[in-house]
């Protein structure tokens, strides 16, 4: 009886009659609570956000929106320039594997497999997955998305081990002629591209040795080891009783024989001695020195111990750094649109977003204009 005499009481009061210490103002219960207001630097942060995250994915949203059918294009128009990045293409890519690389972002990480195409002068790369257990490529037919190498978050380190690991390459002894005779910078590369030959860069030149020959001998119920063979060879007369393979594997055991016009000698003893287990290989020599240290004229180049004529070298290896040029780009295999399928949904939020904050962002600027004024 009391709460509703009281409740009578509250709805008869009169107008701005003066509320008691323990009632209930009915005047501010009324009241609304403010709308909750969004500062100009919070506004203006999350457009700043949203602006950069779409810019960010401006290029990945290009490729997922591209099609999912690759399209076929020839290494040469890729170098050219004549293909769009963020293209999805299929190529048929010569890699030179000799310069592979492997990119890691963590210890854990199986990496990314980084190798240039082979005739494109590094402005072409390929990169695959490094897990061992990816499929296997048994071509060199590859599908993927095009992009400019400097865009890609490995392609500082794989800049780094190119520069620090020279790989080699090879040319012509023709080629190496040219450039010796002519003191020419550039020489042009076996399979395609050219090469800026320093002096600090080292020539490997392999060349077959007349005087030299290496037996391979396989192992079977006849000659089933190494003490069989050593004997068989040195009753024909090719090695003395007391030589020892140079190398023995799990199947076979190799001596080296050095006598004059040593291929040829050797195998009319082993055909004689029908030792038909054993084989005849030549044997070469391997030279290797810096291109200031190579001597060369008409005749040939003057390496230790040894003239070889021009007509003697077919082709020698080039080992050099790979300094990447800039406008160098990477077919990222396994790459494709539908990988994307998400992007489109990302970039329709973040448009949106930054149009509500962007609202927002005017409404507050309006009101810090309003405010001072209804001060005053």
């Known amino acids: 009886m009391r709460a509703l005499s009281m409740a009578a009481d509250a709805t008869a009061r009169d107008p701005g009659a003066p509320i008691g210490k323990d009632e209930i103002d009915p005047d501010l219960v009324s009241l609304k609570r403010p709308a909750p207001k969004i500062g100009i630097i919070t506004a203006a942060a999350v457009v700043l956000l949203c602006v950069v995250l779409m810019v960010r994915l401006r290029h990945d949203l290009a490729f997922a929106r591209g099609g999912d059918t690759a399209r076929p294009v020839t290494v040469t128009d890729i170098v050219a320039g004549k293909i769009a990045d963020d293209s999805y293409v299929t190529i048929d890519a010569p890699l030179d594997r000799a310069a592979a690389a492997v990119a890691r972002v963590t210890e854990a990480n199986a990496g990314t497999r980084v190798v240039p195409v082979a005739g494109t002068g590094d402005r072409l790369w390929v990169a695959v997955p490094g897990d061992p257990w990816s499929p296997y490529q048994h071509d060199n037919v590859l599908t993927g998305r095009l992009r400019p190498l400097a865009s890609v978050r490995f392609a500082d380190p794989v800049a ?217």
């Open 160 to 376: 780094a081990h190119a520069a620090r690991h020279p790989a080699p390459r090879f040319i012509t002894g023709a080629e190496l002629r040219r450039a010796r005779l002519t003191k020419a910078v550039e020489v042009a590369v076996v399979g395609g591209g050219t090469l800026a030959l320093r002096d600090q860069d080292d020539v490997e030149v392999v060349i077959a040795d007349p005087g030299a020959a290496v037996v391979v001998a396989t192992f079977n119920p006849r000659m089933p080891d190494v003490r069989a063979w050593t004997d068989a060879l040195a009753a024909a007369g090719v090695i003395p009783a007391s030589a020892a393979p140079s190398r023995v594997s799990e199947d076979t055991a190799r001596w080296e024989v050095r006598v004059p016009d040593a291929v040829a000698a050797v195998n009319r003893a082993v055909e004689a001695a029908q030792l038909w287990g054993a084989r005849v290989e030549v044997a070469t020599t391997r030279h290797r020195v810096s291109v200031s240290e190579l001597p060369a004229n008409e005749v040939g180049i003057t390496l230790p111990g040894a003239v070889i004529p021009w007509s003697a070298l077919d082709v020698v290896a080039i080992w050099a750094p790979r300094p990447i040029p800039g406008n160098a780009r990477v077919l990222l295999v396994g790459e494709a649109p539908d990988s994307y399928w998400y992007l489109t949904w990302v970039y329709g939020g973040l448009a949106l977003f930054a149009l509500l904050f962007t609202w927002a962002l005017v409404l507050a600027v309006r009101r810090q204009r309003i405010e001072p004024s209804t001060r005053s």
